[in-house]
């Protein structure tokens, strides 16, 4: 499975960044942050493209899901967003 990794404010965006960069069914392919300062440094970190806009990640044929690592108040736009395009969700916080 693709993954595209949206926000990195959650205290376990990191972990949840690094399981999914190290099973071995899956892939990171992009990130996208509200904040593109803390976006594009931890998508650098992790090897990854950062993507300034939440709808052209989304859009992506190569991103199967996404792993929900936002402040929980952007839940409903984001995972709407994410379920709107057709892809996996995960998240913490259910809507």
């Not at 965006?13 to 399981?19: G, P, R, S, T, W």
């Not at 090897?47 to 409903?76: C, M």
């Amino acid at each position: 499975m693709r993954i595209g990794l949206l926000g990195f404010w959650h205290v376990h965006a990191k972990d949840y960044a690094a399981d999914a960069a190290a099973h071995p069914e899956t892939e990171v392919v992009a990130a996208w942050d509200d904040d593109p300062t803390r976006g594009t440094t931890r998508a650098s970190q992790l090897g990854v493209p950062f993507v300034r806009d939440l709808n052209e990640l989304l859009a992506r044929d190569d991103i199967d899901g996404v792993i929900v690592t936002t402040k929980t108040s952007a839940h409903p736009a984001v995972i709407g967003a994410a379920v709107a395009a057709g892809k996996h969700v995960f998240t913490e916080k259910v809507l």
